[in-house]
């Protein structure tokens, strides 16, 4: 990757200047302004999808972290940043030999008896390689790219700019900058693979859970930029699609009582959740989990109010909720009940019946977003009496990925039956 700040720069410069050319000409009168719409944002799509790609770093997860969020963004602007959740182009292995030789000693190198030169995966940060160790052993190596830490800050200051200029999120400037700050936290720990070992090592002290597998690092080959960890095999989501309805509820169920293990015993959320950091497996219904460089750490005084926040709404008791919120951070000063109330009421109306189905909350239904979306735009006056909460932005982060990702599988789970494990419950109407 080009880790030049200069050309980085320029590059995402000169895709904004194309949005923004794009966006003048799709308000041209005349011809089919539905199709112009269209067009405009499969275009768009398609360039920052390509340029963020081959930018790798930080450009290209926060593309990745936008394409998670397909419920919210134009449906062929999501499209094409799907893509980017799919594998980079691998850098030459004669690079990926030299970063080895600069951060392993002869020591570390003796202990590796063979490398395989094509990437096993390739991805924003770095790459991986099979391996077998001198003693028979088969691994993976981690390398991060080189450079790749220095392009972070200088690209997630130009990519603030450029979709607060080109408003490819919904979201006002204040809130943008309050997730971009958390981005940019997020986005440094993945660039340090010392810190992704520190989160390893905590989901499997902290959040392990029958079902789950986590590699087990070989500590005394991991360093700055590189990882060593056993090789746990698994087959892609689009192969899991094709099991049965039983196995695929089975392994969204334990997707499920993952999450809230994480969020409500460990503190601790995996929130890095798109497809290929997953791998299935159908003979044991386990399920493979890759990648910890964005772990998010939850305060326990902010799981309570999460806690608080579902008991009182599954009572429908909105002055408890209203506190919660406020406490959270979440509302804008002074922001009154009696105003937000009719959204909290519709929301639960519109949530609390298929969430609380005896049968299981089908992941399936095509209905559900839409109905969010189409509520969300009934209180569109109510927007700035929202403030994003911190601390939840990569939780929320990991609820929305892994609901795509049990989507795409066409689940159905039992959700009480998942909280009712943490002390919680939803009630129907």
Request: net charge neutral; charged share 25%.
């Given at each position: ?47 920052w999808a390509q340029t963020l790609g081959e930018m790798r770093g930080a ?200 999450l809230a293990h994480q969020l409500f015993v460990a503190h601790a959320v ?154 919680l419950t939803l009630r129907r109407p």
């Amino acid at each position: 990757m080009d880790s030049s700040p200069t050309r980085r720069t320029a590059r995402l410069l000169g895709v904004g200047a194309r949005t923004l050319g794009r966006s003048l000409l799709k308000r041209l009168p005349g011809g089919d302004a539905a199709q112009r719409k269209v067009d405009y944002w499969t275009d768009v799509g398609r360039d920052w999808a390509q340029t963020l790609g081959e930018m790798r770093g930080a450009a290209m997860k926060l593309g990745q972290l936008a394409s998670q969020y397909a419920d919210v963004l134009p449906p062929q602007l999501a499209e094409q940043l799907k893509k980017l959740q799919n594998a980079a182009e691998p850098i030459p292995f004669a690079k990926v030999e030299a970063a080895l030789a600069e951060r392993w000693s002869a020591e570390q190198r003796a202990q590796v008896a063979h490398i395989e030169p094509k990437a096993l995966a390739s991805a924003s940060i770095g790459q991986v390689h099979r391996a077998r160790l001198a003693d028979g052993r088969d691994v993976v190596v981690k390398v991060r790219y080189p450079g790749v830490e220095r392009a972070v800050d200088a690209d997630l200051t130009q990519l603030r700019r450029l979709i607060g200029m080109s408003k490819l999120l919904p979201v006002d400037d204040s809130a943008m900058d309050k997730l971009m700050g958390e981005v940019r936290a997020r986005f440094r720990d993945e660039t340090d693979y010392g810190t992704e070992l520190v989160h390893l090592r905590l989901l499997r002290a902290d959040a392990a859970l029958p079902g789950i597998v986590y590699p087990e690092p070989l500590e005394s080959l991991c360093g700055p930029g590189v990882l060593v960890l056993s090789e746990e095999p698994g087959v892609s989501l689009e192969m899991a699609r094709t099991w049965s309805q039983q196995r695929r509820d089975a392994l969204a169920l334990t997707l499920c009582r993952w999450l809230a293990h994480q969020l409500f015993v460990a503190h601790a959320v995996h929130a890095d959740p798109h497809p290929g950091n997953f791998a299935f497996r159908e003979e044991t219904g386990e399920i493979v989990v890759y990648d910890f460089g964005c772990v998010k750490r939850v305060p326990p005084a902010v799981v309570a109010d999460v806690r608080e926040i579902i008991d009182a709404f599954s009572e429908r008791n909105w002055p408890r909720t209203h506190a919660a919120l406020d406490r959270l951070g979440g509302l804008a000063d002074k922001t009154p009940l009696k105003l937000i109330e009719p959204l909290y009421r519709d929301i639960e109306r519109l949530m609390t019946q298929p969430l609380a189905n005896p049968d299981g909350f089908d992941f399936s239904d095509p209905a559900f977003i839409p109905a969010l979306r189409d509520n969300a735009r009934a209180h569109l006056g109510l927007t700035f009496k929202f403030k994003p909460v911190t601390d939840m932005v990569f939780v929320l982060r990991a609820v929305s990925g892994l609901y795509w990702l049990m989507r795409g599988l066409g689940a159905r789970v039992d959700l009480n039956a998942v909280l009712a494990e943490h002390g919680l419950t939803l009630r129907r109407p």
